[in-house]
């Protein structure tokens, strides 16, 4: 065989079965699966991330599962079959979503959990906020402002796994003041979705049944606001503290105009930004050096990274979601 064909046919050879190890000079796709744009906060993390993963030279497909679990699934399916390099999942379901896990593993791809936590599977990393630490944020400003009287706790989704965390951080704050009589918790329920009728239907019911509340602790702003609602609907003649969180425009309103007593501001831009990073190392095979915490998901314990929360209050508000730019000040005050 001519000795000019033979290097050609090894060199094409070559390239079929030993393809190039180094994979940081290749285009890296990124699959983001989203439960849902049914909260303000969704869109600015979805705005974040994308922008992120293309600083760092990736692309990003967008799905959003509309919050149907199966639906999520599928899109992470028809993810794979197209061949992203690794998966970042705001489950719609905590144990649903596991499946997807399984599914990315079976092809040999990664999978970070933002936000949400995806439990009983073999996860590989975790992004969020510490819950459990925004919980008792919202119970120990509440406890200042009324360290005696009667409490309610309308809780978040159960299919997330934040709305337990939430309620361990807040009950790690009442529980001793319960003891000691101080506070009486006279309401603790979570609800089926994160949305303003569900905190609506379960205030009305709160009022109807203990119209002498003094505190309400909202899982999030969307509840929150369907307390405000039905505050406002009774018509007490009365202060009821309120906390939510996520630090959505109307709620900051409400708190201007003093129907919200406080919310929580996660840093979504860096959440978005380290989930981007995570993303694009794993994608190039990167293990880097840094220590992680672990947080247990049933299966395993999963490398994490918390990022902290912050109150935001009437006071507070030019200090903190609106110098961290996440909100105008024209539009705050409004």
């Not at 510490?130 to 309610?152: H, R, S």
């Not at 095979?285 to 999963?302: A, D, H, K």
């Amino acid at each position: 065989m001519n000795y000019r064909i033979t290097i050609l046919i090894f060199i094409f050879l070559a390239g079929l079965f030993f393809p190039g190890c180094d994979t940081k000079d290749e285009a890296v796709e990124v699959g983001f699966l989203i439960h849902a744009f049914d909260k303000e906060r969704w869109e600015n993390d979805r705005d974040y991330f994308v922008e992120n993963v293309e600083e760092l030279g990736g692309t990003v497909k967008v799905k959003n599962a509309e919050n149907d679990a199966d639906k999520q699934l599928a899109q992470a399916k028809e993810l794979l079959a197209n061949g992203v390099d690794v998966l970042v999942v705001v489950p719609v379901d905590q144990f649903a979503a596991g499946a997807i896990v399984e599914a990315a593993h079976a092809q040999g791809v990664k999978v970070i959990s933002y936000d949400r936590l995806i439990k009983n599977c073999k996860l590989d990393f975790y992004v969020s906020t510490d819950n459990v630490e925004v919980g008792a944020l919202q119970a120990n400003y509440l406890t200042t402002i009324q360290p005696t009287g009667k409490y309610a706790l309308i809780g978040g989704a159960m299919s997330d796994n934040n709305s337990q965390l939430l309620y361990l951080g807040q009950r790690n704050v009442l529980q001793p003041l319960v003891e000691r009589g101080d506070i009486e918790i006279v309401y603790n329920e979570f609800t089926e979705a994160w949305e303003e009728k569900e905190g609506y239907e379960q205030c009305k019911t709160l009022l109807k049944e203990h119209p002498d509340v003094d505190a309400i602790i909202a899982g999030n702003d969307e509840l929150a606001m369907g307390v405000i609602r039905a505050i406002n609907e009774v018509g007490v003649d009365r202060d009821i503290l309120v906390a939510g969180m996520d630090a959505d425009l109307r709620n900051l309103r409400e708190i201007v105009a003093g129907n919200q007593t406080c919310t929580v501001y996660k840093p979504y831009e860096k959440l978005a930004a380290t989930a981007a990073d995570l993303a694009m190392k794993m994608a190039r095979g990167e293990n880097g050096e840094r220590t992680y915490q672990t947080v247990s998901n049933g299966e395993l314990l999963v490398p994490t990274v918390f990022h902290t929360g912050m109150i935001v209050n009437k006071e507070n508000l030019q200090l903190t979601v609106i110098s961290e730019g996440y909100q105008r000040e024209e539009e705050v005050y409004n």
